[in-house]
C-alpha cells in the first residue's frame, strides 16, 4: 500500500494544474486512512472523480492499486467496482475485449453479493458497447435487462443513458416506432435532470425519427426545439446541421420560400464557421430547392460545388444524396450518358452503405472468454466463478459458431446478388446504347424520307405553276404562229403583230424566270430571300403582262396603286400578285370592273385586288387556301389547277404576312394581303 501513498502524494502535488477540489480533497482524504474497505471506497470515489473528469490514465494508476487492496481484504463490492471502472475505460478506447473481460469479472463479483443494481450497470454498460459495436441484438437484450431495476429504483442518470442507448438500438434495426418510444422516455428524463447537452440530442434524434415516418410537421417542431436549446459559442456545428434539416421539411410541403429562407441562412452561417460538412449539407439542399423550381443553371453550380466538397466528405449520406441530384440534374437536361454514370456511382455507394449498416457481431470470442473465466488456481473465488459458469460458456461459444456461419451463409448471398445485379445493370446499359444508335439512325431516316417527300411535293407543284401560268402566254404566241403557218394574214399583219408577241415572249419569258426561282426555293425548303421593293412597279408588270385578256374581255381596270416598299421575296410577291390579277379576270365578265390598291396600315402594307365578277358562295370560300385542288371555270370557261391561291397562302406566310378574302354571290371579291413595309427588329 506505499505505492498508493506516494500516488497520493504525487497528485498532491498537482492540485494547483489539473484536479478539482473534490479530487483535491480525495486525494488528501485517502492518504491517511487505514488500509481497509474504506480506504477502498474512497479510492473508488476518487478513480470515478477521475474518470468523470476524463483522465483515464491517472484513473488507471489507482485502480491498480486499489484492486490489489480489494483482493488483500477479500472485499467483493470493491473487485465488483474496481473491474467496472476499469471497463470502461477500456470500453471508451474502443478495446472490446478488455472491457469484455473485466465487466464478465465485474459482473460475477455483482452476482455474488446479490447486487441487482450492480449487475444492471453491468448490463446496461455491454448493451451501449455492443450497440456501439453495430451489434443491436445483444445490445438490447443487455439493456432491456437493465432498464426495470433503474425505473423502480428512479436511478434517472442512469435511465437517461439506457433510454438513450435502446432507442439507438431500436433505430438501427429499423423499428422506428421503438425508437421514437425510447427518445421520448429518455428526454423525459434528460428535463428533469436539466441535462441540457441530453436534451438537444434527444429532441434532435425525435424531429430526425419523424422526418423518416412522413409527419414533417412534428419534425419541423422539435428541430425549432433544437435551435431554442443551442449555445452560440458551443453549438456552431449542430446549428449548421440543423437549420438545412428544416429548410429540407419544408421542401416537403413545396413551401419553397420559408424552405430558402432556413437553406440559405444554413449555408451563409457554415461558410461563416468554415464548416465544410454544413456547407455540402446545405448546398445539397439549396440545389435541390432550385431544381423543383427548375433554375437549372442555378441548382448546377451549387450541386457541382456540393460535388468537389463531397469528395472529401466523411459524411456519405450527404454524398450519396448529392449523387442524387446530379443524376437528376444531368437527366432534365437530356444529358443521359452522364446520368447514367452518376446512377451508377449512386447505387455503388448505396450498397456500401447498406453493408456498413448490417450488424456487426464479435469474430471470435474463445480469448474473451477463457481470459474472462481462468483464474490463478489459488484464487477459490474465480475457481467457484468457472465451475459456476461452464455450460455458460459452452453456449456462448456455440452462440459464436452459429453467428459466424449465418455472417459467411449472408455475406455469400450479398455478394452473388451484388454480382448479379451488376451483370444485369451492364447488360442493361448495353441495350439503352443500341436503343439509341437505332432510334437515331431511324430518326435518319425519317428524315431523309420527309426530304424526299417534300421534293416530289415541290416537282408536282412546279409543273401544275408552269402550265397554270405559263399556259396563256404560250397559247397565243402559238396561235400567232398558227395563223402565219397558214397564210390566214399577210406579212404585213404579221408584222404589225411582231410587238405583241415580243412582248407576250418577254412576259413568258419573265413569268418562266420567277416560277424558276420560286421552285428552286422550294427544292430548298422554301426559305424566302427578303429585299426592300416597290410594290407599285409590281403591279405595273403584271397588268401590263395581263393587258390582252384585260382588253378581250372588255374589264375596266383602276389602278389605285400608289409607290410603297414592302420587305418580302419580292419573286415569291410576284407570282402572289400574278394569280390574284389572272383570278380577277377570270371571273369577271364583260364590262366587269377590276380595282388594284394598296395602302398603309398599321404598319404594314394593306394589297386589295377587287372585281365586281361573279363573286363566291360560302361553300366556295371554305374550300379555298386549302390545297385541295379544288377549282371552278371561269366567265369564259377558262380552266385552272386549283393550286394557285394555296401557292399564294403558302407564299404570303413564308414572308410574315397573311392573306384573306372577302366575298357575295354575284356581287364580286376582294383579296386581301398584307406584307411587312421593314424588316423585323430582332
Known amino acids: 500500500m506505499k505505492q498508493l501513498l506516494v500516488l497520493a502524494a504525487f497528485f498532491s502535488a498537482l492540485i494547483g494544474y489539473s484536479q478539482t477540489n473534490e479530487i483535491d480533497s480525495l486525494i488528501l482524504n485517502l492518504a491517511y486512512q487505514k488500509q481497509d474497505s474504506t480506504k477502498v471506497d474512497t479510492s473508488l470515489y476518487l478513480i470515478q472523480a477521475l474518470y468523470e473528469s476524463n483522465e483515464p490514465k491517472k484513473a488507471l494508476q ?73 451489434n443491436y441484438t445483444a445490445g438490447l437484450e443487455h439493456s432491456l435487462s437493465a432498464i426495470k431495476i433503474f ?137 435541390n430547392l432550385n431544381l423543383q423550381q427548375n433554375k437549372t443553371k442555378i441548382a448546377e453550380s451549387q450541386i457541382k460545388e456540393a460535388r468537389e466538397l463531397a469528395k472529401s466528405s466523411k459524411d456519405k449520406h450527404e454524398v450519396l444524396k448529392n ?21 451508377r456511382e449512386y447505387y455503388s455507394l448505396k450498397e456500401e452503405l447498406e453493408q456498413q449498416n448490417l450488424p456487426k457481431l464479435p469474430v471470435n470470442t474463445d480469448s474473451i472468454i477463457e481470459e474472462a473465466f481462468n483464474t490463478s488456481p489459488g484464487n477459490t473465488a474465480f475457481n467457484d466463478a468457472n465451475v459456476e459458469n461452464t455450460d455458460e460458456v459452452k453456449n456462448l461459444k456455440l452462440i459464436s459458431y452459429i453467428l459466424i456461419a449465418a455472417f459467411l451463409i449472408v455475406s455469400t448471398i450479398l455478394l452473388l446478388i451484388y454480382l448479379k445485379r451488376k451483370n444485369t445493370i451492364k447488360y442493361t446499359e448495353e441495350l439503352e446504347a443500341k436503343n439509341e444508335q437505332i432510334q437515331k439512325q431511324n430518326e435518319a431516316i425519317l428524315a431523309q424520307t420527309q426530304h424526299l417527300e417534300e421534293i416530289n411535293k415541290s416537282k408536282d407543284r412546279l409543273f401544275s405553276i408552269v402550265s397554270h401560268d405559263l399556259k396563256d402566254s404560250i397559247s397565243s404566241i402559238k396561235g400567232f404562229l398558227d395563223l402565219l403557218k397558214e397564210d390566214s394574214i399577210s406579212k404585213e399583219e404579221f408584222n404589225e403583230l411582231i410587238p405583241e408577241l415580243s412582248e407576250n415572249a418577254n412576259n413568258a419569258s419573265l413569268l418562266l424566270y420567277n416560277l424558276l426561282n420560286w421552285s428552286k426555293s422550294q427544292m430548298q425548303n422554301l426559305e424566302p430571300n427578303p429585299e426592300l421593293f416597290n410594290i407599285q412597279e409590281v403591279f405595273s408588270n403584271k397588268l401590263s403582262l395581263m393587258e390582252p385578256k384585260i382588253e378581250q374581255k372588255r374589264i375596266v381596270l383602276i389602278d389605285e396603286s400608289q409607290r410603297d416598299f414592302v420587305f418580302a421575296d419580292k419573286s415569291m410577291v410576284e407570282i402572289v400578285i400574278q394569280n390574284l390579277i389572272t383570278n380577277a379576270v377570270k371571273f369577271s365578265r ?56 394555296t401557292i399564294c397562302k403558302e407564299l404570303v406566310e413564308l414572308n410574315k404576312g397573311r392573306i384573306w378574302v372577302e366575298s357575295t354571290q354575284n356581287v364580286g371579291s376582294k383579296f386581301y394581303v398584307e406584307l411587312p413595309k421593314a424588316e423585323p427588329a430582332k
Request: net charge positive.
Open 62 to 134: 489507482f485502480i491498480e492499486e486499489t484492486e490489489r487492496l480489494a483482493k488483500s481484504l477479500n472485499y467483493t463490492k470493491g473487485l465488483a467496482d474496481v473491474n467496472y471502472y476499469k471497463a470502461r475505460i477500456y470500453s471508451d478506447k474502443n478495446d472490446y475485449y478488455n472491457a469484455i473481460d473485466n465487466y464478465t469479472k465485474s459482473k460475477q463479483f455483482y452476482q455474488k453479493i446479490n447486487d441487482t443494481l450492480g449487475i444492471a450497470k453491468i448490463n446496461n454498460s455491454i448493451g451501449l458497447m455492443e450497440i456501439n459495436r453495430g
Open 151 to 287: 425505473e423502480d429504483k428512479n436511478l434517472r442518470k442512469d435511465l437517461s443513458l439506457a433510454y438513450n442507448n435502446l432507442a439507438e438500438a431500436y433505430y438501427n434495426t429499423q423499428q422506428v416506432d421503438k425508437a421514437l418510444e425510447f427518445n421520448f422516455k429518455a428526454l423525459n428524463v434528460r428535463e428533469q435532470l436539466r441535462d441540457s447537452s441530453g436534451m438537444k440530442i434527444s429532441n434532435k434524434n425525435i424531429a430526425m425519427l419523424y422526418s423518416m415516418r412522413k409527419e414533417h410537421r412534428k419534425a419541423i417542431e422539435y428541430y425549432e426545439t433544437v435551435l431554442s436549446l443551442l449555445n452560440p459559442e458551443k453549438d456552431k456545428e449542430l446549428r449548421g446541421e440543423i437549420l438545412p434539416k428544416i429548410g429540407d421539411q419544408y421542401l416537403y410541403f413545396k413551401e419553397y420560400d420559408k424552405a430558402a429562407e432556413y437553406l440559405l441562412e444554413g449555408l451563409t452561417y457554415n461558410r461563416s464557421i468554415k464548416n465544410h460538412e454544413g456547407i455540402l449539407r446545405a448546398l445539397n439542399s439549396v440545389g
Open 323 to 343: 449523387l442524387k441530384l446530379l443524376v437528376s440534374l444531368d437527366s432534365t437536361r437530356n444529358k443521359y450518358q452522364s446520368a447514367f454514370q452518376w446512377q
Open 590 to 645: 364583260v364590262g366587269d370592273i377590276i380595282t388594284i390598291s394598296n395602302k398603309d396600315q398599321n404598319g404594314k402594307s394593306l394589297i386589295c385586288v377587287e372585281d365586281t365578277g361573279v363573286g363566291m358562295s360560302k361553300d366556295v370560300l371554305n374550300k379555298l387556301f386549302k390545297g385541295n385542288n379544288f377549282t371552278t371555270v371561269g366567265t369564259k370557261n377558262e380552266k385552272g389547277t386549283g393550286l394557285g391561291l
